[in-house]
């Protein structure tokens, strides 16, 4: 592969990812047009369930893309367009759902399972250190 | 004693939260539409697009409202049930037409049988969004103030009917035939 083909190869691995289903013009507000971009990648499409509406190409993804730019482009704030979509579909509409007594587990566990993960390393280490030099040193010589 | 018991505990816990979500049907979502005023809407009619068909038909009865299109296979498979409902005439049954084409939507009622009322005829989709409707058949039980009570989604069978939908009609209406209020 010569270095020009190289390149091009290069740059057609994050055309991929830059492109979108979504076969509508660009917003004429390039703030607005970011923001639609930025929320629809956040809005999970119901159809299929492990999908955004941005990378779906469901019929309803479709009419609730058209839906959000309605609304974004009428000058719908964010908060009022996840406003709209909870008050219909519920939280799981969105794949960044609120913090709320129904999902305080939800987000609490990443840090709760850090914290017993430290408090088990702790008492590991604890233990190790406790055992006699000359064991842990035969140790190091077997593992070697 | 605790080398045992803390992995074991752990491993329970774990267990049952997996349990628990390995039963749970990932294609349910639950409507955050329970126990609210149904979302307003003005459509025209499926059979004739002159005559609109609205939130204000629905209410003042105890009444259903059927999510459906023909390209829907579970609305095929329900359709049967939808039929011998409406001949029971124990209330009304609407239709909201879901991004479908209409001569299609209105052969298939003619060679299957019409169980609605009116069908509301929504080819853009956009009072689907309003309800929430994230794939047909959808079936909303409606109370006569308009409240929704229940919402059902996958084919209505006589079971559900029977475990889902009749008790809760029965606590709005007392008995069957759901009369209108005023006129019985």
Redesign the interface.
């Known amino acids: 592969m010569n270095r020009r083909s190289f390149i091009a190869f290069v740059w057609l691995l994050f055309v991929g990812t830059a492109s979108a289903i979504d076969p509508e013009p660009p917003l004429e507000d390039p703030v607005i047009e970011s923001a639609y971009r930025e929320l629809i990648n956040e809005v999970r499409c119901?159809?299929c369930?492990n999908q955004t509406i941005a990378d779906s190409n469901a019929?309803?993804a479709a009419?609730?893309r058209r839906?959000i730019r309605r609304m974004m482009g009428e000058g719908a704030s964010r908060a009022e367009v996840i406003d709209f979509l909870?008050?219909?579909?519920?939280d799981?509409v969105l794949y960044r759902p609120p913090f709320q007594p129904t999902t305080w587990l939800l987000w609490g566990a990443p840090v709760l399972l850090l914290g017993i993960g430290a408090i088990v390393f702790a008492r590991i280490l604890r233990v190790r250190t406790k055992q006699p030099l000359e064991e842990s040193n035969s140790l190091d010589e077997m593992t070697l | 004693m605790w080398r045992y018991l803390i992995p074991i505990s752990v491993f329970a816990v774990l267990a049952a939260f997996f349990a628990r979500g390995l039963n749970l049907n990932p294609r349910y979502v639950p409507s955050p539409l329970i126990g609210k005023p149904a979302p307003e809407f003005e459509l025209p009619q499926l059979k004739n697009p002159e005559i609109v068909v609205g939130t204000q038909d629905l209410t003042g009865n105890v009444a259903l409202l059927n999510v459906w299109a023909t390209w829907c296979v579970g609305c095929r498979q329900e359709h049967g049930f939808l039929v011998e409902l409406a001949e029971a005439n124990d209330l009304p049954i609407y239709g909201l037409n879901w991004k479908d084409n209409r001569p299609t939507a209105m052969s298939w009622l003619s060679s299957l049988g019409d169980p609605y009322v009116a069908s509301a005829f929504d080819e853009l989709g956009e009072v689907a969004i309003d309800w929430g409707v994230y794939g047909a058949p959808e079936t909303f039980l409606l109370a006569r103030d308009g409240t929704v009570l229940y919402k059902h989604i996958a084919p209505l069978t006589r079971e559900v009917w029977t475990t889902e939908f009749l008790p809760r009609i029965i606590a709005e209406c007392g008995a069957l035939p759901c009369l209108p209020v005023g006129s019985e």
């Open positions: 119901l159809v369930q019929p309803l009419d609730l839906e909870i008050t219909r579909y519920g799981f």
